[in-house]
């Protein structure tokens, strides 16, 4: 008798774990290509490798950083100081929000804040630089535009600069190894924007 009634209890109960196991299946599905679509401003063709192998993500963070560890380290720890700031905020304002927004939300913000954090730094950097430096002529590029270079998969050999700064006659290039200008290295391509204010 005891076996009569449980049974038809367990059934609902095993449907329950099915269909939020469904439910979780398609949040985390959802959440990925949200997360690959914001990806491809940032580093182009590599969202769509991200998208059908995910660890390639690991490997872009980890190139990126290796390019420029200072400046990384800079920027998460801006970001991080950023995230502590709003993480009353999250907690006040997303409480009541579905599971999948709270999801996209916090990795949307864990995207751009960087992204935006980094960008700021950049700025700050090079126009100091700029500055100080008494230029003739310069140019600068935002850090999207450098992440979206740097993978672009481009084979033409020719790069744009993060930034270019012509300074008693030299040609100057930003390097985010050092975060500062240094004198342009031997065979590079310059465009045709530098190579006419050189004159």
Known sequence: MNTSLSAPAAK???EKRRVRWFRLAVSLAVLHVAIAVQL???IGFFAAIY???????????????????????????TSL???????????T?????????????LATLAIWIPLGCGEAIRWTLMQTSIANAHTECYGTSTL???????YSLGFDGYLEPHAWMIRNGETWLWSYGSLRFEP?????????LIEACAR
């Open 144 to 150: 999207l535009a450098s992440l979206r270079q740097r």
């Open 184 to 192: 342009i290295p031997n065979g590079y391509r310059t465009s045709g």
């Open 93 to 105: 304002s997303m409480s009541r929000w579905p599971r999948l927004a709270k999801w996209l939300a």
């Open 81 to 91: 100081l950023v995230c502590l700031g709003l993480r009353s905020a999250w907690h």
């Open 51 to 77: 998208l059908l192998f995910p660890p390639m993500i690991f490997f872009v963070a980890y190139d990126t950083a290796s390019d420029g560890p200072l400046f990384a380290v800079i920027a998460l720890g």
């Open 12 to 14: 609902p109960s095993e």
């Open 40 to 42: 491809i401003p940032v």
